[in-house]
């Protein structure tokens, strides 16, 4: 059940919606940082990860597999 607006709300949601996508992203991000502020130390590992992946797939170490076969292999594990 999602909590009642109050009319302030519901305006900004309303501003919000018609924002071109990266403002909505940007005002997204800006909210959670509200609710949960940055680690900076945790943002730091995770780029030292995807630049360890990135060099992974751009050194031929691994290989990708398409977001589509991905998706079909977990519905047919779990369409039991």
């Known amino acids: 059940m999602q909590p009642v607006l109050t009319s302030e709300a519901a305006k900004f949601l309303e501003v919000a919606e018609s924002l071109p996508i990266e403002m909505r992203i940007a005002v997204v991000d800006r909210l959670l940082e509200s609710i949960q502020p940055v680690d900076s130390n945790i943002d730091n590992l995770w780029m030292t990860e995807i630049d360890r992946r990135v060099e ?4 031929g170490e691994v ?14 594990k779990f369409e039991s």
């Open 56 to 59: 992974e797939v751009e050194s």
């Open 63 to 76: 290989q990708m597999i398409p977001g589509n076969e991905v998706m079909r292999k977990v519905r047919e």
